[in-house]
């Protein structure tokens, strides 16, 4: 049963809640994209020990390693540890962890005929306890130092993993699908956005209190496939997502999509219900802001390789990217995820420079 979140510990450090909705803050929020993983040595030691996947289904495990980056740096935000592709486990796919490779599907799906090997998306919430679990537990451990981030994939970006089957630099398969079989394609996003509104709900009753949506393949979709494939499914989420929050009586809480690579899509997204919009590092902040708008808050975007850069180099790029968001409406990160060779000693200058140069 979901604990009431008036049994969770009082938060002490609500920056991003508050830049989220577009309250005034007396230093920008940060937090970086994959900030509990394999550049920290203490994730390295516990990885060595269990299958990614299960680290992903011990809530105890995954608390462990989601509080580790806030042990090493004063972030504003914990965001769970799992993976996006939880969901197609949860509708009966198999997914193996490959080191050196990534996320592997051992059967993706080859046509339209292959749908129907997919599970109710009415069953994923019971199939995914082990999230809420660990995102439940981590909100008591987080003992109010800072909010706890939900996410999930987008359901374009879920869709593309399981008819490719692993990662890919063109989504060729994937997109051969939008082109030859429109309607299966609609099936599938249908099905993966009906199990992602139930897990994003679930996560909100176990505890989270930030849900950020990852299209991490907008870049291979153009303007025109967008519209039809992933724009209506991101709205969907956002909107039943909200609406059967409230019905729950529960608080309504800030969400945040994040287009990796969908620049052209950020005067339609601005348009929507999330209070976030996530912009990675080929996107100038200025000109984010005249597309999504003055009433949304952007999220991002040094590059991730300027981490590699020496801590003045960094303290450099954070002063001009911070002059270019401003410091209202703004929660400092990166354009996408920690590489796992980058020192830890330059985020944490990444972190000191957002807040020196964003204080009040």
């Known amino acids: 049963m979901a604990e009431k979140k008036s049994e969770f510990p009082a938060l002490k450090n609500d ?5 989220a909705r577009g309250e005034s803050v007396d230093k920008v929020p940060v937090w970086a994209m994959r900030q509990a993983g394999r550049y920290l040595p203490e994730f390295r030691e516990v ?3 269990y299958d990614f996947f299960t680290m992903c289904r011990t809530p105890e495990v995954a608390c462990q390693v989601t509080l580790q980056p806030l042990d090493r740096f004063p972030l504003d935000a914990a965001i769970i540890f799992s993976d996006i592709l939880v969901v197609p ?11 050196g490779e990534g996320p592997v ?16 998306p009415k069953d994923v919430c019971a199939k995914l306890q082990y999230v809420y679990d660990a995102i439940t537990l981590t909100r008591h451990k987080l003992d109010g130092r800072a909010p706890l981030i939900g996410f999930c994939g987008a359901p374009w970006t879920i869709m593309a993993y399981m008819i490719e089957g692993k990662g890919s630099k063109t989504m060729s398969n994937a997109k051969c699908w939008l082109y030859r079989h429109p309607e299966a394609s609609h099936r599938l996003l249908k099905t993966i956005t009906d199990a992602t509104i139930a897990y994003l709900v679930g996560q909100v009753k176990a505890g989270a209190q930030l849900l950020q949506v990852f299209e991490s393949h907008a870049e291979h979709l153009g303007p025109n496939l967008f519209q039809e494939f992933a724009l209506p499914y991101l709205k969907r989420i956002c909107d039943e997502v ?5 019905a729950l009586g529960l608080q309504d809480i800030p969400m945040t999509v994040f287009p990796k690579g969908g620049h052209f899509a950020l005067r339609e997204l601005g348009r929507l219900r999330y209070e976030v919009v996530g912009i990675d590092w080929t996107v100038d902040p200025i000109l984010a802001r005249q597309l999504v708008g003055p009433n949304k808050t952007l999220q991002g975007n040094l590059d991730p390789c300027a981490l590699y850069a020496d801590p003045i180099q960094i303290d450099s790029s954070v002063k001009e990217m911070v002059e270019k968001f401003g410091c209202e409406r703004y929660i ?5 995820g920690m590489y796992p060779d980058m020192d830890p000693r330059h985020l944490a200058a990444f972190v000191e420079a957002v807040h020196t140069h964003s204080t009040k």
Request: charged letters at 25%.
């Open 47 to 49: 990885r060595a020990q």
């Open 15 to 19: 920056r991003l809640l508050r830049a």
């Open 105 to 120: 599907f051992p059967s993706p799906l080859s046509g339209p005929e292959d749908l129907d090997r997919l599970c109710n």
């Open 332 to 336: 400092a990160n990166l354009g996408h």
């Open 242 to 246: 909200k609406d059967q929050v409230a």
């Open 89 to 99: 486990q949860a509708l009966g796919m198999e997914v193996q962890m490959k080191p």
